[in-house]
């Protein structure tokens, strides 16, 4: 059966790594992208969530869904800030720093700054959040989603529902060639949305048949006993996570630092060329 | 001679929501059931086999509505006094469907599941588990989700999960119906392993009366909701009027003992056989 | 098989080939390797392995719910891969194992006009076809019921009628026979041998030996996509060598003669019931 966790197993530093460790550098990757306004700073968290990806899964890091849905986004992001200016009055229509592309119009240098920022802030988390998926086993990002807090009932509807999405999609495929089979034809757009009563009910029919014994089995099974069930997993850090750990908070207070010295870093008033953002937010003013 | 584990008393159920005219689902049914038995049920659909062994684990009347008279004892404690969870850890449950049974998302956390919700300590649950596995014979599956597993496997791992609750008493509606031949052997098998070997009570409602011939010590027939029949195999077959009148069959081979008999005075007067070995055994010495 | 000269072929199947793509790179499954076979008119034949053996993928190939990688299945002339699923309901009838799958209206009478609309017959018609199959299937009395309140065994019948009232040629039987009683299976038996009586080719997809036994007129054993035996149930079931290459236990009646055979090759290879093996054994005198 096909498997729908993002999941890639391995042994890697971060595959080891406590679940928590990786929730927490989530966490301040997403503080630290959300505190500066300058392309220095999110290259660099970019550029370590990357290699950090690297480490854990190799050249899977290159091609895994997530790292091409920051590609996509790169595109999208950039092209439509230098094009549609979305903060409205930008420095761009004050001091007029624009470039003029054949047929497609006005593209703001300004709008190309923002878009830069916003995408790699968005992907720096992203890219963060992949090497969380990709190195933690489902089983362990339930018990950690527990750890962290998130009440016992709510992690188990969490991993019951993502083991009854392949289930569904069998059975709801089952039905499909069920009702084929009877001659249901599929000829045109009404025919389809016809089709769908006849698949509807077996589907929600045999659900609740399989709902009754779910119950039945996890009644017998002592479920909802208890709040606090015995924790399999280890859930002691160990040396290396607690390094990892140290290592995501001095990131964080090294940053504040910056921020409150520097402020955000914010030069969109100084730029009036796209070389300009490269040397002015790589060399300094 | 063995304590009674299991002791219905005059027990009649009534689910809630059935039409006037219905009848119940249970009546008046009385039995006992000792320690380390092996208890096939067998009778036609409606005949009150599920809701019997609902009866068995609590989930009647804790999660069924409808009406109760009479007594269910576990171990010598009526079950309306032993909190679910409790029971739970008493008589463990294995259903036909195997995938709607597990949950979890591997094998590991399936078989754990059970006792943690107990909040049995950590180290005593890897105790288990690891016994369990070696029983079951499931190591190899450990880390993979239940759900990429054949159906055989997944029933062996449903009945592991139970196992892992350390219960006395293995309460199985229908475990093989969902299977093919090879995967209904293996747990035939392992049931029995763990009722020889484990000393473990088994109560198994079954459509396969020939392979339950082979195994169990003991044949409970159903019929509209009463106890028709109650004794060993050898007891229970010989009244083959009664299976023609509720419409399930004999195992063949005491079937054809019984025609052999009746019809062509050729029977040498022995018990029927029950299994087919026992015939062949019967066959070998003349041939 | 004998009788292959009078009856007619109604459906063939030519070094048929079923690779399930699985991702990229790999081999595929390969479920299904040249297999060749015909079905004939009036006949019921049995379709039996284990779970992988290729039986469900082989007759989804009958209605076009899978397209072969190689090879061709021929009904009445016409190759399948080349209509649609829903032209093909026609001519050949599905029943799925499990009928929960299949019914989804208010009462069992709306059940069965579904397939007839579908065929896009007058109403006139459609009304007289409907009872003409209430009465065939016995459901007569249940017609106004909802199907999903009825009993396992009556959604099975249910399904079947749906299926039969389209008419079709062709009759597949998933695994008829699981969460049934005996009385369920002899009803369903039944009904089968009422169908074929009444022309119908019906393959049957089991694992219940009882009932092949029983019912069968034919019996494909397959094992890892290939057809291994194809014959009698007498034929496929004496086959020792075979039944323990499919991993399948033949019916009691069959295990005690084979196990006599092998000592006395003079007891008969023939269509075992009890009350037959009864008597053969009386006259070996093996009983007393």
Known sequence: ?285 | MAETVLEFKNVTWRYEGTPKKGRNALEDVSLSVKKGEYVGIIGANDAGKSTLCRLCNGLIPNSFNGDLSGDVFVNGRNIKDIPTAQLAGEVGSVFADPEAQLSQISVFDELAFGPSNLEVPREEIIKRMEETMDIMGIRAFRDRSPFSLSGGEQQKVAIASVMTMTPEILVLDEPTSNLDPIGTESVFMIIDELNKKEGMTIILVEHEIELMAQFVDRFIVLDEGQVILDGTPEEVFSHRDVFEKIGIFVPTVTEIASIADKKYGSWDGSKYPITLNEMLDKIDERL | MSNSAEKKVIAKVINLEHVYPVAKGSEGIHALKHVNLEFYEQEITAIIGQNGSGKTTLSKHFNGLLRPTSGQVIINGRDVAKRRVSEMAKEVGYVFQNPNYQLFCATVREEIRFGLKNLKLKESEIKEKTVEILDEFGLRSIAGKQPVSLGMGTKKVVALASVCAMDPEILFLDEPTTGQDQRGKTRLGNLALQMKEAGRTIMIISHDMEFVARYADRVVVMTKGEVIMDGTPEEVFSNEEVMERAMIKPPQTYAIANHIRDKDDSFPCVRLDADLTAKLLTEKGLLK
Not at chain 1, 71 to 80: E, N, R, W
Not at chain 1, 138 to 153: D, R, V
Not at chain 1, 168 to 197: H, P, W, Y
């Open chain 1, 1 to 285: 059966m096909k498997d729908i966790s993002l999941y890639i197993p391995g042994n890697s530093f971060f595959h080891r790594c406590d679940c928590r460790v990786k929730l927490l550098f989530i966490a301040v990757y997403t503080v630290i992208a959300y505190m500066f306004f300058t392309p220095s700073v999110l290259a660099f968290l970019f550029v370590t969530a990357m290699v950090f990806n690297v480490i854990a899964i190799g050249s899977k890091a290159f091609t895994h869904l997530m790292t091409k849905m920051v590609v996509i986004m790169m595109f999208f992001l950039i092209i439509i800030h230098g094009f549609v200016n979305p903060v409205g009055v930008t420095p761009a229509t004050v001091y007029g720093h624009t470039i003029t592309l054949p047929f497609f119009g006005k593209y703001t240098v300004e709008g190309f700054y923002m878009g830069l920022v916003n995408w790699l802030r968005l992907s720096s988390v992203i890219l963060i959040a992949e090497l969380f998926v990709t190195t933690t086993s489902p089983a362990e990002m339930m018990s950690g989603f527990h750890k962290i807090g998130l009440p016992y009932n709510f992690c188990f509807m969490l991993s019951a529902s993502l083991q009854l999405i392949p289930i569904s999609t069998r059975e709801a495929n089952i039905i499909a060639s069920a009702q084929r089979a009877r001659g249901l034809s599929e000829k045109t757009l009404v025919d389809r949305f016809k089709g769908l009563v006849p698949m509807f009910v077996p589907l929600v029919v045999s659900s609740l048949g399989r709902m009754e014994t779910m119950s039945m089995a996890l009644e017998s099974r002592a479920f909802g006993n208890t709040t606090k069930p015995t924790e399999l997993r280890d859930s002691h850090f160990k040396k290396s996570d607690f390094a990892a750990a140290a290592l995501a908070i001095v990131m964080l207070f090294a940053f504040a630092g910056i921020r409150a010295v520097y402020g955000s870093l914010d030069i969109v008033n100084q730029i009036s060329s796209i070389r300009d953002i490269f040397a002015l937010s790589f060399i300094g003013r």
